[in-house]
């Protein structure tokens, strides 16, 4: 079964900085793999989402996102973070079984972003 | 996201009792997917169902609970008799193009809270 972890639980990084949340997935075959962003009280928002060709992938707010194979991570971008960026991250890897797609999630990532 | 209407987005309800959710994925569309996100968790698949049909429902508790999606109206998630780990947020998706794609669309969730 496909399984998705989000090493970090907590970060915090002040505006201006550069970002990285890291994602790891295990998966038997290619995955599709996205990343939502999750404000508080709020739904799901994808930010990108990788399904095949060009390993780097740009998404909507300036993020980007690379899947490297070889170590099974997709990991988030961003080169200037802004304080409206704080929220929960998460990583999904998605599997589409012809009948079904269904994304298994990462337990997520907050981001504080300090002024 | 406005094109997945979820309501009600706040419930309470005490143990024992019933709670009723409900989605109406975007005009048109007759795929559903419900999901949960436990309090400090990622979001869990739970079923997928197609206008009248449950296609898979590999991720909803064996008891109490259960879903639909008639004819007409909205896809119902019922809970019966309520217990406080039933405590979380109910996200209904739909694929924007109708089908089984992996690009998932998400309301803004339902948030049962069980006294």
């Known amino acids: 079964a496909q399984s998705v972890t989000q090493p970090d639980i907590h970060i915090t990084v002040s505006e201006g900085a550069s970002l990285e949340l890291r994602c790891n997935y295990s998966?038997?075959?290619?995955?599709?793999l996205f990343w939502y962003v999750q404000s508080p009280g709020q739904g799901l928002q994808l930010l990108l989402k990788y399904f095949s060709g060009d390993t780097l992938v740009q998404g909507i707010k300036g993020f980007e996102a690379e899947f490297k194979r070889s170590q099974s991570s997709f990991n988030l971008r961003k080169p200037s973070v802004h304080w409206s960026d704080a929220a929960e991250y998460f990583c999904?890897?998605?599997?589409?079984?012809?009948?079904?797609?269904?994304?298994?999630f990462g337990t997520g990532t907050r981001l504080q972003v300090t002024l | 996201n406005a094109g997945v209407m979820q309501n009600p987005r706040h419930l309470v309800r005490r143990r024992g009792q019933e709670a009723r959710l409900r989605c109406s994925p975007m005009?048109?569309?007759?795929?559903v997917y419900w999901y949960r996100q436990l309090p400090e968790e990622g979001l869990k698949f739970m079923v997928y169902?197609?206008?009248?049909?449950?296609?898979?429902e590999s991720g909803m508790p064996k008891e109490r609970f259960s879903a639909e999606f008639p004819k007409e109206g909205p896809s119902i998630l019922r809970i019966q008799q309520v217990v406080r780990g039933d405590s979380a947020a109910y996200f209904c998706?739909?694929?924007?193009?109708?089908?089984?794609?992996?690009?998932?669309?998400f309301g803004a969730g339902s948030r049962l809270t069980v006294l």
């Open positions: 999904a890897v998605g599997i589409n079984t012809g009948t079904a797609s269904k994304l298994t």
């Open positions: 005009k048109g569309h007759s795929h």
């Open positions: 998706a739909s694929p924007p193009g109708g089908s089984g794609a992996n690009v998932l669309t």
């Open positions: 998966y038997g075959a290619t995955p599709y």
């Open positions: 169902l197609q206008k009248e049909n449950i296609i898979d």
